[in-house]
């Protein structure tokens, strides 16, 4: 993250993917405030990068702190919290109340003399990510939080299931198919190509810089071609290298 995406993000209006913050939860330093106050700071700000990490569609979304949405245009806030925010702090935050861990990223980015702190939240694979301990009143053991839209939601029984049938591939028979076109199409409005390697080929493209591919909206590898002779899938959809800029 640096000063340029960051003011590409600022064009942006708050959705699945982008949450704007204008601080830090007041007290969560724990300095300034007692320890309800604390805990409930601690609690929301929980929740929030919960929220974000259980997004279905795959990819990443960013909680940005720092700014005031005012009539569509994002307005620097002022936030005066000492808190520790980095990758270790906030890890050892979310390791007590958070299982799986969420995959994240911090980041304070100067804009115009004013510093900017940021959380990438990248949704991995194991998810959804859920509470295991109650905390403020806010969260309780057993919750799952997603965001839909700008609003954060707790998830419901057909919520949950959706979020698990990403455990399951999706399967096609054809790779040029309708539905093979429709998800390399997706990709290509992305400005990314695809390629349909043999499974047998799969690490070894990782390891060229490939990426796996998913079906739109879900985090469902896709497979094709499957040889019923051999119960076997024979091909999966991977995204090609980005191409290093003209």
Same mark, same amino acid.
């Given at each position: 993250?640096?000063?340029?995406?960051?003011?590409? /993000?600022?064009?942006?209006?708050?959705?699945?993917?982008?949450? %704007?913050?204008?601080?830090? !939860? *007041?007290? /969560?330093?724990?300095?300034?405030?007692?320890?309800?106050?604390?805990?409930?700071?601690?609690?929301?700000?929980?929740?929030?990068?919960?929220?974000?990490?259980?997004?279905?569609?795959?990819? #990443?979304?960013?909680?940005?702190?720092?700014?005031?949405?005012?009539? &569509?245009?994002? *307005?620097?806030?002022?936030?005066? =919290?000492?808190?520790?925010?980095?990758?270790?702090?906030?890890?050892?935050? /979310?390791?007590?109340?958070?299982?799986?861990?969420?995959?994240?990223? #911090?980041?304070?980015?100067?804009?115009?003399?004013?510093?900017?702190?940021?959380?990438?939240?990248?949704?991995?694979?194991?998810? !959804?990510?859920?509470?295991?301990?109650?905390?403020?009143?806010?969260?309780?053991?057993?919750?799952?939080?997603?965001?839909? &839209?700008? =609003?954060?939601?707790?998830?419901?029984?057909?919520?949950?299931? =959706?979020?698990?049938?990403?455990?399951?591939?999706?399967?096609?028979?054809?790779?040029? &198919?309708?539905?093979?076109?429709?998800?390399?199409?997706?990709?290509?409005?992305?400005?990314?190509? #695809?390629?349909?390697?043999?499974?047998?080929?799969?690490? *070894?493209?990782?390891?060229?810089? %490939?990426?796996?591919?998913?079906? !739109?909206?879900?985090?469902?590898?896709?497979?094709?071609?499957?040889?019923?002779?051999? &119960?076997?899938? *024979?091909?999966? /959809?991977?995204?090609?290298?980005? =191409?290093?800029?003209?």
């Amino acid at each position: 993250m640096n000063e340029e995406k960051l003011k590409f /993000l600022l064009l942006n209006d708050e959705s699945t993917n982008l949450d %704007w913050k204008r601080q830090l !939860p *007041e007290g /969560l330093d724990g300095k300034k405030a007692d320890p309800k106050s604390f805990e409930k700071a601690k609690a929301e700000f929980i929740k929030d990068i919960a929220s974000m990490a259980n997004v279905r569609e795959y990819g #990443c979304g960013y909680i940005i702190y720092g700014f005031i949405d005012r009539n &569509g245009q994002r *307005e620097p806030f002022e936030d005066t =919290s000492t808190f520790n925010f980095d990758d270790a702090s906030i890890r050892q935050m /979310l390791e007590s109340y958070l299982e799986p861990l969420p995959a994240f990223e #911090c980041y304070q980015v100067k804009i115009n003399q004013h510093v900017a702190r940021i959380i990438k939240v990248d949704r991995v694979p194991a998810f !959804p990510h859920v509470i295991k301990k109650s905390l403020g009143g806010i969260i309780h053991k057993g919750q799952v939080f997603y965001r839909a &839209g700008t =609003s954060t939601e707790i998830a419901t029984y057909s919520v949950l299931n =959706s979020m698990f049938d990403d455990f399951n591939p999706l399967n096609l028979n054809d790779p040029n &198919g309708t539905e093979g076109r429709k998800i390399t199409l997706h990709y290509e409005k992305l400005g990314r190509d #695809c390629g349909w390697p043999s499974v047998g080929d799969e690490h *070894e493209r990782l390891l060229q810089g %490939w990426e796996h591919g998913y079906q !739109p909206g879900t985090r469902r590898k896709v497979f094709a071609s499957y040889n019923m002779s051999q &119960g076997r899938r *024979e091909t999966i /959809l991977m995204v090609k290298p980005k =191409s290093p800029p003209s």
